[in-house]
């Protein structure tokens, strides 16, 4: 028996050491080893290599015993290598120069008999990571790719990615990448097969930047041959490789509706997969295949329901949560579908949060007419949770349900019994929540209000709820009795109100109240505008002015602009885009499902990787959102200045959203000087072409639109006579579709004219006025100096497409436009075409 | 594609790191990790394992996290990575992305991961991990390489690393060699059977199958039953020699909602007949899950009244069998958190005994029903001064275990073994216990 090695006596538990000090002592002891024949040295060996990991893994450098390392790494003791590969593998880089000294015996090891043996040093060996060292990796990669064990094969094949990422030239001067190919289409071992598939994916999207070759290699695999090859075997694949498969499969686009019907029956019973990952990637393929198919596009909803209900219910909390996350998506698409399982949405009581926030999300969506009552009920029960946060969501949540219902009877009576209550967040919630209802329903008003009435100001002490009850408190001052003097009150403490929106509202209300009850209120508009322009917040103190000037001017006018009639509000403006959800949904089962938030909003632009198009869209929606997309029943409101209180709000609501476009600013305007690389003087002299070549046609469409446009004057024609249809029609999907297909014909960038750019103050100006070139938008967005727009476009008398990705920048500008088109060959008289048009915008 | 993976102690120490790919990840990831779920409320602290993923990039992307971070998510982001973590029996696995994929892969993987260290070490925490972590790293070794998951099967693992159980340590004394580390790999890697041992060999073969459900159910103030579902698992202990093919049919197939399958099981003959066709992983496995909806009731009852005045509330809580379901229903239990605004609690029962922890869980142990009479716990709640009546009510969250009844009634109908011409043993179980079972009140 081996003799037990002395230190083993001082620290009695192997994975403590105790201190640095025992670095060295380690180095004295291996270096005593090292040498020796003796029996047993393997066993004192292990110990001492056993201490060296410990001490690395928790931190301590122990980099200096490289050396005695690798002069113990002599032995045949699988356990002792395997030991010595970690450490190799954690040191080697930064010791370059000792690293050279391992090659020897894992070069040797990588011949050994046993195909375990050859596995585990050849993948050492890849992970040594040493540039200098890369010479040595070849033969012996060369090798394990030919190994007659499938196990040193799959280990081979990474190795291949691995000395991709070390130095990609000698990958491709070795010709790895055409090997792996050869091993993907014939290799009897499935592992093989996807590790090939994912080495080759990463390889040639990191080649196609530079290499048309790769960039074609890689479109093929998402061709017929490669994806009937996998989807054939794809029962013998691992779980793992499953998945990759499936990703695959979802970009495949099958050329009849029978394929697409073939591909889902081989595919179903992946969705009784016990791996939820399986069960997710199969559910995307499902949902891409069919999404132009709307009728088998519902009936792949019904399908994939219950497994994803079933992963929700058995998965732990972890898997739930993703699942759910996904489940929340697709509710969010198709509320109707889910309405008859609105049970599985109900809260537990020991639910993290995060996941009854998503549930009771989910709930508010799959109300409808006939599971309202069960639903409400079930979410008056949360609003006495011991959960504040989740308490108030759940409020919210019957607020939005009243919002999104016709029927709202029942729920009006609940939201005012929270209001009786008596705990102050609820009480905060349902008045917000009674204010909008008020704003969308206000023939509820005399029921509201008698409720209300009853609550006194000093109760509540949040400021929106607050602002809620003034709001109220001078809407409808008419109806409630002491209206004016809870007004009075309030001014009258205008120095302890902390909030400057509780004072913005609280101005208005009292102006509100005094052109309904003169007499009472004259005395607190006196103090609330004395007090409002004193007040050291500007949009306090500019209001207080303004109202003051007004009523100066004309009290009637005043009038007209504080307290018009006002409209219900019929759809309040969503918090997120539905251009947004959809670029969501195109990245399903993936992290933007569980973040809510498109990809381009948390990664950044280099490492998208493959998905070039997806970050696109998304977005000019967002900035669309900020932009013009407040609905024309709201304008109304506008005037009345009580817009405030709405904007305030949906920035609230709307939090994640608005963090995501924050943070996107900045890498978008990072983007565009760098694009603008291209020389000037080919901009220059593509600028003047425009002017020379294209208003021919451009006029032609003039005077078919019956428009009076009195553009430049060129006679030159341009050669291929171009004319769009000027009542072209493409749909979002067809769009998103075909720009994802087709490769990029042409890019240019432009100068745009000064008064064009004076004129681009909204996106909609140039839509409108590109239309009139019939070119249409589908997509737009932006704020100055900002802009980004998607156009389309189709040849008159043929279905021929023309995609254009623009993007203004009205600061240095400079346009840049990306044109795909069904018809390559006319691609660049359609894009003289769409300069010229461009050029004209802002012309008189 | 993961990059790195921590293991962390409790005390945030890291346990064991291992390094995917080329992009190394630095160990303050471990910090931040850290720092941040100190930083959540209702963050539990717990033995960490930490895996980070990375991508070979190294920008900094900034996020605020504040409204979707009210506990710890199992998907969350770092300044420079994305992190998922899986907690088990008191460990976290975490594992970090900078590009996009799918999130329940990594998740999936991180359940798998965990649920293999936790086979091999006979059970999940820090000094465990320490005293085998080579045996951790050889398995991290196999399970992924260059951060793709390549085998999860335990059976597999098993073959290439042996479990450090007591045999193998008794053994290496013995014949005095002292690896783990099996001489050949295992056969079934290339065999067409990938879930599977290639050739065991048993003196007694046999076969248990148990079906394991759980009732989740939701009953509201009003007494209503809101939510009753039963999720259920088969699941197998199989020790025959060869390569049997095992087919086993259900009574009554047709009460299944939605059943999930281990990948042995042959998807056809289900579909067709509803017969599980299979050749049986090596040892204990999960064959199938399932699930079944709208049931009716719940075999025991749980009657909470609360009726407060004057700053005093009095509680009271009846407990009883509904439907004998023949079989005694045992280890019941009934759990709440008291509301924070109570300030002292007086509570007896009549049966069983009544805890109440400083975090005000108040648990009653009742052990199993008496026949005769129902158990009854009743008392008072002394509210916070100036509170005359209680506002927020608690929620009882009731355990019980009944043996021998499968509540969903499934029955299994018959096992048969074919293409081995073995005699073998079969054994049938079944068990309810009671899954999220909460009475509101």
């Known amino acids: 028996m ?40 393997d066993d004192s060996k292990r110990d001492l290599f056993k201490k060296v990991i410990s001490n690395m893994t928790i931190g301590i450098d122990v980099s200096s015993l490289f050396g005695e390392m690798v002069m113990c790494s002599a032995t045949s003791d699988i356990v002792l290598k395997k030991m010595c590969y970690l450490y190799v593998g954690n040191y080697a880089k930064v010791n370059p120069d000792l690293a050279l000294l391992t090659i020897n015996f894992l070069q040797r090891d990588c011949k050994d008999q046993d195909p375990m043996i050859r596995g585990l040093a050849l993948r050492s060996l890849c992970s040594l990571r040493v540039a200098n060292l890369v010479e040595y990796l070849v033969g012996p990669l060369g090798s394990g790719l030919k190994d007659n064990n499938s196990y040193v094969r799959t280990v081979a094949v990474i190795g291949v990615l691995k000395l991709y990422h070390i130095s990609a030239t000698t990958c491709i001067d070795a010709d790895f990448p055409e090997t792996l190919k050869h091993l993907m289409l014939n290799d009897q071992d499935t592992q093989v097969v996807a590790n090939c598939l994912s080495a080759l994916q990463e390889i040639w999207t990191l080649e196609s930047t530079t290499s048309e070759e790769a960039a074609r290699e890689r479109e093929n695999l998402h061709s017929k041959p490669y994806v009937y090859y996998f989807l054939n075997r794809i029962k013998e694949f691992s779980e793992w490789a499953q998945c990759l498969v499936m990703e695959l499969v979802a970009k495949y686009i099958p050329s009849d509706n029978s394929e697409i019907f073939d591909i889902m029956n081989l595919l179903e019973d992946r969705l009784q997969h016990a791996n939820g990952a399986v069960v997710l990637a199969t559910t995307k393929v499902f949902l891409h295949l069919t999404l132009s198919m709307a009728d088998v596009h519902q009936q792949v909803y019904e399908r994939i329901k219950a497994p994803l209900l079933t992963q929700v219910s058995s998965g732990s909390p972890e898997q ?178 902390h909030s400057a929106e509780v004072r913005l509202h609280l101005l208005t209300a009292v102006m509100k109240c005094f052109f309904k009850r003169p007499p009472e209120t004259q005395k607190a508009l006196g103090a609330a505008l004395a007090a409002g322009l004193a007040d050291f917040h500007q949009d306090v103190h500019d209001r207080a002015l303004f109202y003051y000037r007004l009523l100066q001017y004309n009290v009637s006018v005043a009038e007209s602009v504080v307290n018009p009639p006002k409209q219900a509000v019929s759809v309040f403006a969503d918090t997120q885009s539905s251009e947004v959800k959809d670029r969501i949904f195109d990245e399903f089962n993936s992290l933007s499902v569980v973040y809510q938030k498109p990809s381009y909003m948390f990664t950044d632009k280099e490492h998208r990787g493959t998905l070039e198009f997806s970050d696109e869209l998304g977005n000019l929606s967002i900035n669309a959102e900020t932009g013009d997309s407040v609905v024309p029943a709201q304008r109304v409101e506008e005037n009345d200045k009580d817009l405030l209180l709405s904007t305030t709000e949906k920035d609230d609501v709307r939090d994640p959203g608005s963090n995501g476009s924050a943070y996107n600013a900045p890498s978008y305007n990072g983007s565009v000087p760098s694009a603008t690389s291209q020389p000037l003087a080919d901009l220059a002299f593509s600028s003047t072409g425009a002017t020379g070549q294209a208003p021919a046609p451009g006029l032609a469409i003039d005077d078919l639109l019956g428009l009076d446009f009195s553009v430049g004057t060129a006679t030159t024609p341009s050669p291929p006579p171009l004319t769009l249809n000027p009542k072209a029609v493409l749909d979002p999907g067809t769009f998103q579709q075909k720009w994802r297909q087709l490769p990029i014909s042409l890019s240019e960038e432009y100068s745009l004219s000064p008064l064009g750019i004076a004129s681009l103050v909204t996106p909609n100006a140039l839509l409108r006025h590109m239309q009139s070139h019939s070119i249409q938008c589908i997509a737009s967005g932006g704020q100055s100096p900002n802009f980004k727009f998607f156009f389309f476009a189709q040849k008159a008398e043929e279905a021929s497409i023309y995609l254009v990705e623009c993007i203004i920048n009205t600061s240095s500008a400079k346009s840049q436009i990306k044109i795909k088109a069904d018809d390559q060959s006319s691609s660049q008289a359609f894009s003289t075409l769409f300069q010229s048009a461009l050029s004209k915008f802002g012309l008189p | 594609m993961l990059q790195c993976i921590f293991l962390l102690s409790d005390s945030g120490e890291v346990i064991l790191e291992k390094q995917l ?90 359940c798998r991961v965990a649920d293999v260290i936790n086979g091999y070490l006979g059970g999940l925490n820090e000094d465990s991990i320490k005293d085998n972590f080579v045996i951790v790293y050889e398995l991290l070794d196999e399970m992924i390489d260059n951060g793709f998951p390549l085998t999860t099967e335990p059976n597999i693992l098993q073959e290439m690393i042996a479990p450090p159980n007591i045999v193998s340590k008794v053994l290496s004394v013995v014949t005095g060699n002292s690896s783990n580390v099996s001489d050949t790999l295992p056969g079934s890697t290339a065999s067409c059977v990938p879930w599977r041992t290639a050739d065991p060999k048993y003196a007694n073969n046999e076969v248990y199958v148990d079906l394991v459900e759980q009732m989740d159910a939701t009953i509201n103030r009003d007494g209503v039953l809101v939510k009753c579902e039963i999720n259920g698992e088969v699941q197998v202990n199989s020790h025959i020699t060869g390569l049997p093919d095992l087919t086993l049919s259900f009574a009554n197939p047709s009460i299944l909602d939605d059943v999930r399958f281990h990948p042995c099981v042959r998807f056809r003959p289900w579909e067709s007949n509803q017969i599980l066709s299979f050749v049986p992983p090596d040892g204990q496995f999960k064959l199938m899950n399932y699930r079944v909806r709208k049931l009716k009731s719940t075999p025991i009852y749980v009657k909470p009244q609360l009726t407060s005045d004057g700053g005093i509330c009095r509680l009271n809580v009846m407990v009883g069998m509904r439907n004998d379901p023949g079989k005694t229903v045992d280890s019941v239990n009934v759990q709440f958190q008291l509301p924070p605004c109570i300030l002292s609690a007086d509570l007896t029962s009549t049966h069983g005994t009544v805890n109440i922890l400083s975090n005000k869980t108040c648990t009653w142990s009742i052990g199993r029903i008496p026949k005769d009479k129902a158990p009854s716990m009743s008392g008072t709640l002394v509210l916070e001064t100036g509170l ?36 073998f043993y079969k054994g049938f179980r079944a068990l309810t216990r009671a899954g999220e079972f909460e009475v509101r009140s």
């Open chain 1, 2 to 41: 081996a003799p037990p090695p002395p230190q083993s006596n001082r620290s009695p538990s192997p994975s403590q050491p105790s201190g640095k000090s025992e670095v060295s002592d380690l180095k004295l002891q291996l270096r005593q080893l090292a040498g020796s024949r003796a029996p047993g040295t």
């Open chain 2, 21 to 110: 790919t080329g992009h190394r990840v630095d160990r303050s990831i471990c910090n931040w990790f850290w720092d941040h779920t100190n930083s959540q409320p209702n963050s539990y602290k717990v033995v960490i394992i930490i895996i980070i993923i990375t991508f070979s990039l190294s920008s900094i992307i900034i996020f605020d996290f504040s409204v979707l971070c009210l506990q710890q998510q199992p998907v969350i982001a770092s300044p420079t990575h994305y992190l998922f973590q899986v907690c088990r029996e008191g460990i976290t696995f975490l594992a970090c992305t900078q590009v996009e994929m799918p999130p329940l892969m990594a998740i999936e993987f991180l």
């Open chain 2, 388 to 423: 005359e009546r209680l506002h927020v009510f608690p929620t009882f969250q009731v355990d019980f275990r009944i043996m021998g009844v499968a509540l969903s009634g499934l029955q299994i109908d018959k096992l048969d073994l074919k293409t081995v011409p073995y005699r």
């Open chain 1, 320 to 497: 739930s949560y993703a699942i759910l996350s996904h489940l929340h998506l697709l509710v969010m698409r198709a509320p109707y579908i889910f309405s008859s399982d609105y049970k599985h949405f109900y809260c537990q009581y020991n639910e993290p949060s995060y996941v009854k926030k998503l549930k009771l999300e989910m709930l508010t969506a799959v109300a409808n007419e006939s599971n309202t009552y069960e639903i409400v009920t079930e979410l008056c029960e949360y609003a006495a949770n011991v959960d504040i946060p989740i308490a108030r969501e759940s409020i919210r949540a019957v607020g939005k349900i009243a919002l999104q219902q016709y029927d709202v009877n029942a729920i009006v009576d609940r939201l005012l019994q929270f209001l009786e209550m008596e705990k102050d967040y609820v009480t905060s919630e349902a008045l917000v929540l009674v204010k909008d209802l008020l704003r969308k329903y206000p023939q509820w008003s005399q029921d509201c209000i008698a409720v209300v009435g009853n609550i006194s100001s000093n109760n509540v002490q949040e400021p929106k709820a607050k602002a809620a009850l003034i709001w109220m408190l001078g809407e409808y001052s008419q109806d409630m009795h002491d209206a004016p003097y809870v007004l009075e009150s309030l001014v009258e403490n205008w120095d302890e109100e």
